[in-house]
């Protein structure tokens, strides 16, 4: 039965907030039904339709297990928009110094550098946390305002091309591409920026689940945010805990940067990010924290994004930022999941009527 | 500064620290005051106020949208303060009654104002992301349309009415919390939910109070971001200033004033970035890196949050939501 409510409940939230979507798009004056089958529509051509739903769904993979993870944890990470941010620049930085590099180890080399760089800023808060005991919330949010400064602050005076009008770096070395899947299956044009780093996301998603539930750190990371009391009079450092949490989900969300530098675009490029970190923390809600739904979800958010372009150029009124709604209110009714229970509904009016 | 005298200095320094400087100050800070003494209402009742980006932009929204169509900055700002109202009810409900993480919740509605007011305008004027120019005689007034002053005194009267009603809200909430029986519940019930009810008071209520009263303010705030400082809306013109005063919130230690006054600390850094743009040089030669002086405020935070700056310690319930069967 509760195996059977974690599976309804996700659906009935989307479907909740496709409903009050629709209502949005009603009252704006264009028909719901129209503008659902151009964003649901679109992702499933072949090979362009696929091509870039899972190109988009690779970076929420990655932020999507970046705050399953933590959430697991016991702690939020709103900070996944900097951690990969500071990690996109960090493998960029790679693939521009060590050029001359062979592509075997350049590769992974910048890679590394994404993985560190989101760990280390990461484990900022998380350090902070277990230090000073100061929230992980704010630290994060802080943060995420000093990745963009700091990144932004590098690329326009120290690695941008002098004279490009464009806040991006210089490109990285060819021997740090990351191959586009075009080149291995046919039919798919490597126009198309879907990339190795996808299979990465599918690899990483695998690895959270054994990491979960199949390691002792998982099992600690997971006691901890179950019961920290308990945990820590089982013998586990709380503290311990929350850097390693922190390290790990950032390392999760500097993940982004190997798709977006070493597979897309080849250079960094200054506010790439179309707010993937937030996206993640609907992406990890949606998937009930749990690596599967996460993949899921991700799809879910992709095929939206996807559609988003469609209903653009083919609506009256509607633009594309409705998919933003929908992410919002998808947010916001899995949070109110008491609102599904009987007992939501029954405690209110219960209490309202002994007031 | 290139080979810059000592002379050249001191006149540039004066370029820069003017008595323009101070209102530049007053206006960056206005909208962030009113935010931030609206995230005290709300996180004094104990409940976590991250949506205070998200009401803004709804202010800022509806205060563009109605004035083009009232022709009254007036009804365009009670316009933003009731849709900050609606919106900070529904985190309200979400949060109080649904019991929500107050975190997430507030992320929602932060998103949900990046793209609803992009949709509506595209709906409204065909436009997606930003609403028509309002002509400026029907922007909120500087105290000098509103008072006829003497030139001599222009420079005392050339701030917008708004921010000196901000200084106002600021002493009537200081007032309200430490004065009246209002306040007094809204803090208990902020610290110690169990003894609040126990004494009596409704607490759920309260934080429905607090919250909704924090959407009316900052959705002022944001009015004054499109129909004072600016003629229009423009997508995510808060451009994070719901967060600067959320770090404000907690420099101030969630007292009015200390909060109204890392305001100002933080609308002069604001200040002092924009004026040194193009006039100030590093002995290098090249410009000053203003991202360095954006990031103070979130610095500041972190290092006020650490405790090394004096303590800042929150309201001992915020974030926790209240189950009175619990």
């Given at each position: 039965?509760?195996?059977?409510?974690?599976?309804?409940?996700?659906?009935?939230?989307?479907?909740?907030?496709?409903?009050?979507?629709?209502?949005?798009?009603?009252?704006?004056?264009?028909?719901?039904?129209?503008?659902?089958?151009?964003?649901?529509?679109?992702?499933?051509?072949?090979?362009?339709?696929?091509?870039?739903?899972?190109?988009?769904?690779?970076?929420?993979?990655?932020?999507?297990?970046?705050?399953?993870?933590?959430?697991?944890?016991?702690?939020?990470?709103?900070?996944?928009?900097?951690?990969?941010?500071?990690?996109?620049?960090?493998?960029?930085?790679?693939?521009?110094?060590?050029?001359?590099?062979?592509?075997?180890?350049?590769?992974?080399?910048?890679?590394?550098?994404?993985?560190?760089?989101?760990?280390?800023?990461?484990?900022?808060?998380?350090?902070?946390?277990?230090?000073?005991?100061?929230?992980?919330?704010?630290?994060?949010?802080?943060?995420?305002?000093?990745?963009?400064?700091?990144?932004?602050?590098?690329?326009?005076?120290?690695?941008?091309?002098?004279?490009?009008?464009?806040?991006?770096?210089?490109?990285?070395?060819?021997?740090?591409?990351?191959?586009?899947?075009?080149?291995?299956?046919?039919?798919?044009?490597?126009?198309?920026?879907?990339?190795?780093?996808?299979?990465?996301?599918?690899?990483?998603?695998?690895?959270?689940?054994?990491?979960?539930?199949?390691?002792?750190?998982?099992?600690?990371?997971?006691?901890?945010?179950?019961?920290?009391?308990?945990?820590?009079?089982?013998?586990?450092?709380?503290?311990?805990?929350?850097?390693?949490?922190?390290?790990?989900?950032?390392?999760?969300?500097?993940?982004?940067?190997?798709?977006?530098?070493?597979?897309?675009?080849?250079?960094?490029?200054?506010?790439?990010?179309?707010?993937?970190?937030?996206?993640?923390?609907?992406?990890?809600?949606?998937?009930?924290?749990?690596?599967?739904?996460?993949?899921?979800?991700?799809?879910?958010?992709?095929?939206?994004?996807?559609?988003?372009?469609?209903?653009?150029?083919?609506?009256?009124?509607?633009?594309?930022?409705?998919?933003?709604?929908?992410?919002?209110?998808?947010?916001?009714?899995?949070?109110?999941?008491?609102?599904?229970?009987?007992?939501?509904?029954?405690?209110?009016?219960?209490?309202?009527?002994?007031? | 500064?290139?080979?810059?005298?000592?002379?050249?200095?001191?006149?540039?320094?004066?370029?820069?620290?003017?008595?323009?400087?101070?209102?530049?100050?007053?206006?960056?800070?206005?909208?962030?005051?009113?935010?931030?003494?609206?995230?005290?209402?709300?996180?004094?009742?104990?409940?976590?106020?991250?949506?205070?980006?998200?009401?803004?932009?709804?202010?800022?929204?509806?205060?563009?949208?109605?004035?083009?169509?009232?022709?009254?900055?007036?009804?365009?700002?009670?316009?933003?303060?009731?849709?900050?109202?609606?919106?900070?009810?529904?985190?309200?409900?979400?949060?109080?009654?649904?019991?929500?993480?107050?975190?997430?919740?507030?992320?929602?509605?932060?998103?949900?104002?990046?793209?609803?007011?992009?949709?509506?305008?595209?709906?409204?004027?065909?436009?997606s992301g930003s609403t028509p120019q309002v002509p400026r005689d029907e922007l909120l007034p500087t105290l000098s349309q509103i008072i006829p002053?003497?030139?001599?005194?222009?420079?005392?009267?050339?701030?917008?009415?708004?921010?000196?009603?901000?200084?106002?809200?600021?002493?009537?909430?200081?007032?309200?919390?430490?004065?009246?029986?209002?306040?007094?519940?809204?803090?208990?019930?902020?610290?110690?939910?169990?003894?609040?009810?126990?004494?009596?008071?409704?607490?759920?209520?309260?934080?429905?109070?607090?919250?909704?009263?924090?959407?009316?303010?900052?959705?002022?705030?944001?009015?004054?971001?499109?129909?004072?400082?600016?003629?229009?809306?423009?997508?995510?013109?808060?451009?994070?200033?719901?967060?600067?005063?959320?770090?404000?919130?907690?420099?101030?230690?969630?007292?009015?004033?200390?909060?109204?006054?890392?305001?100002?600390?933080?609308?002069?850094?604001?200040?002092?970035?924009?004026?040194?743009?193009?006039?100030?040089?590093?002995?290098?030669?090249?410009?000053?890196?203003?991202?360095?002086?954006?990031?103070?405020?979130?610095?500041?935070?972190?290092?006020?949050?650490?405790?090394?700056?004096?303590?800042?310690?929150?309201?001992?319930?915020?974030?926790?939501?209240?189950?009175?069967?619990?």
């Open positions: 039965m509760t195996r059977l409510r974690e599976l309804l409940f996700p659906l009935v939230a989307v479907l909740c907030a496709f409903a009050v979507g629709g209502v949005v798009v009603l009252l704006v004056g264009d028909s719901p039904l129209e503008v659902y089958k151009l964003l649901l529509g679109s992702a499933f051509s072949w090979p362009d339709g696929i091509g870039y739903t899972l190109f988009f769904a690779t970076p929420l993979i990655f932020t999507g297990l970046a705050v399953a993870v933590a959430l697991r944890g016991g702690l939020l990470n709103i900070g996944a928009e900097g951690q990969l941010y500071v990690a996109a620049f960090a493998t960029a930085w790679v693939g521009i110094k060590l050029t001359g590099l062979p592509s075997l180890l350049l590769v992974p080399l910048c890679c590394l550098a994404a993985i560190g760089a989101g760990a280390t800023w990461g484990a900022i808060p998380g350090l902070l946390k277990a230090r000073f005991g100061s929230h992980e919330v704010i630290n994060t949010i802080m943060l995420n305002f000093i990745a963009v400064a700091l990144v932004g602050y590098l690329t326009q005076y120290d690695y941008r091309i002098p004279g490009d009008p464009i806040m991006e770096s210089a490109p990285i070395g060819d021997n740090a591409h990351l191959a586009r899947l075009g080149r291995f299956v046919p039919g798919l044009p490597e126009r198309i920026p879907l990339n190795l780093a996808f299979l990465l996301a599918l690899v990483a998603s695998w690895l959270v689940y054994v990491l979960l539930w199949k390691t002792k750190w998982g099992y600690e990371i997971r006691a901890t945010g179950q019961s920290p009391g308990a945990a820590e009079y089982g013998g586990i450092s709380i503290r311990k805990e929350i850097v390693l949490t922190m390290a790990i989900s950032g390392a999760l969300a500097g993940m982004v940067g190997i798709n977006e530098v070493l597979g897309y675009r080849y250079r960094y490029y200054d506010g790439f990010s179309d707010n993937y970190g937030f996206t993640g923390i609907a992406v990890a809600l949606l998937g009930r924290n749990h690596p599967a739904g996460v993949l899921l979800a991700a799809l879910l958010f992709a095929v939206l994004q996807r559609g988003g372009v469609p209903v653009d150029a083919f609506t009256q009124l509607v633009s594309k930022d409705i998919v933003q709604i929908l992410q919002a209110l998808v947010i916001l009714f899995v949070a109110a999941e008491a609102m599904f229970r009987r007992k939501g509904w029954g405690r209110g009016k219960g209490a309202s009527g002994t007031r | 500064m290139g080979k810059g005298e000592r002379g050249e200095r001191d006149a540039l320094m004066g370029d820069i620290f003017t008595i323009s400087l101070v209102f530049s100050t007053i206006r960056l800070a206005t909208p962030l005051v009113w935010a931030a003494i609206g995230g005290l209402y709300s996180e004094r009742s104990g409940v976590v106020n991250i949506a205070l980006e998200g009401l803004m932009l709804a202010g800022a929204f509806t205060a563009a949208a109605v004035t083009f169509y009232a022709h009254s900055p007036w009804v365009g700002l009670a316009a933003a303060s009731i849709a900050g109202a609606a919106v900070a009810f529904v985190l309200a409900v979400v949060c109080i009654r649904f019991e929500a993480n107050e975190v997430v919740a507030g992320t929602g509605i932060n998103i949900l104002f990046l793209g609803l007011p992009a949709v509506l305008s595209g709906a409204l004027f065909l436009s002053a003497a030139p001599q005194w222009r420079i005392l009267t050339d701030v917008s009415a708004i921010s000196l009603l901000a200084l106002v809200v600021v002493g009537c909430t200081w007032y309200v919390l430490y004065r009246t029986p209002f306040g007094l519940r809204l803090r208990s019930v902020g610290e110690n939910p169990e003894a609040a009810d126990a004494a009596g008071i409704r607490v759920q209520r309260i934080r429905y109070a607090g919250v909704v009263l924090s959407g009316v303010l900052a959705g002022i705030g944001g009015a004054y971001l499109s129909i004072g400082q600016s003629s229009l809306f423009t997508r995510n013109m808060t451009a994070g200033r719901g967060f600067i005063a959320l770090a404000a919130l907690i420099f101030g230690k969630w007292r009015p004033v200390q909060t109204m006054l890392a305001c100002l600390l933080f609308g002069f850094a604001d200040a002092v970035t924009i004026q040194m743009q193009g006039v100030v040089k590093m002995p290098s030669g090249e410009d000053v890196p203003v991202q360095f002086i954006q990031m103070i405020p979130y610095l500041v935070t972190i290092i006020v949050l650490a405790g090394f700056i004096g303590q800042s310690r929150a309201p001992g319930a915020l974030g926790v939501p209240y189950d009175k069967e619990a």
